[in-house]
């Protein structure tokens, strides 16, 4: 998808009697020009309601960008090279601020109508896959209070060193060590969040490029998802 004008949210709801009350919102990747909706959004979402949890795709606004293809491709390639380059160099990548407050209000959205969808208000974080994970992180970092999300699960964000609070949520990331994007500027995400004294956990695959959405296959990335699920299941209530 591109040219996302307005944003919405897909519920994906685990069967009657078998949810965890635990619910993600989700945000796919696509550099913040075009979506991966449905392989980092409904499958991811759909393999997470198979599993007990609650999931809400969001669909968030883009950069708007050419309607024909040609013009299109070169304006994507153009800008992707940014997200390129060699190890220590930092993104040069914003995140539009309407991502971030379309991400914030589809938070504050499910956790309004908690009670009609079966989860636990206080039981829902976020999860985003490339520029996603960059929008999740965001979310993250910058809501405050009770407006913060429960939890952060970061898939191939960018790793360079943030300013982490000292109430940021729990942290799961997970990504692939030959990752020519996520992988080019070493560990510093995961040291921030550690600097803080905040909980993290960090999955880094020996392969799996980037983009593998649920997993690529004959890879290890293929156990991220009960990874987390575990992992969730250790940071939720006594």
């Known amino acids: 998808?591109?040219?996302?004008?307005?944003?919405?949210?897909?519920p994906v709801l685990p069967a009657m009697g078998k949810g965890t009350g635990e619910a993600a919102v989700i945000f796919p990747g696509g550099g913040f020009m075009t979506l991966s909706y449905d392989w980092e959004g409904v499958k991811v979402a759909q393999?997470?309601?198979?599993?007990?949890?609650?999931?809400?795709?969001?669909?968030?606004?883009?950069?708007?960008?050419?309607?024909?293809?040609?013009?299109?491709?070169?304006?994507?390639?153009?800008?992707?090279?940014?997200w390129v380059g060699?190890?220590?160099?930092?993104?040069?990548?914003?995140v539009p601020t309407y991502a971030i407050e379309d991400g914030k209000a589809a938070l504050a959205l499910v956790r309004s109508r908690a009670k009609a969808w079966k989860i636990?208000?206080?039981?829902?974080?976020v999860m985003g896959f490339s520029a996603g994970a960059m929008a999740a992180l965001r979310v993250a970092t910058a809501s405050t209070g009770q407006q913060r999300p429960a939890f952060?699960?970061?898939?191939y964000p960018p790793m360079e060193s943030i300013q982490v609070p000292n109430d940021a949520p729990p942290a799961f990331v997970a990504m692939a060590l030959d990752d020519p994007l996520s992988g080019r500027a070493g560990f510093g995400l995961i040291e921030s969040w550690?600097?803080?004294?905040?909980?993290?956990?960090?999955?880094?695959?020996?392969?799996?490029?980037?983009?593998?959405?649920?997993?690529r296959e004959r890879t290890t990335t293929l156990g991220w998802i009960d990874q987390f699920v575990s992992w969730l299941q250790m940071n939720g209530p006594p």
Do not use: C, W
């Not at 060699?86 to 914003?94: D, Q, T, W």
């Open 86 to 94: 060699k190890p220590g160099e930092r993104l040069n990548i914003a």
């Open 194 to 215: 550690m600097h803080a004294g905040r909980p993290i956990e960090f999955h880094g695959y020996q392969k799996g490029k980037h983009g593998f959405s649920l997993g």
């Open 152 to 155: 952060a699960a970061l898939l």
């Open 47 to 82: 393999a997470l309601a198979n599993r007990g949890i609650a999931a809400f795709v969001v669909k968030y606004r883009l950069v708007p960008t050419p309607r024909d293809e040609t013009s299109f491709k070169n304006f994507y390639d153009k800008q992707m090279s940014a």
């Open 1 to 10: 998808m591109r040219n996302i004008t307005q944003a919405s949210v897909l």
């Open 120 to 125: 636990d208000p206080t039981r829902v974080g």
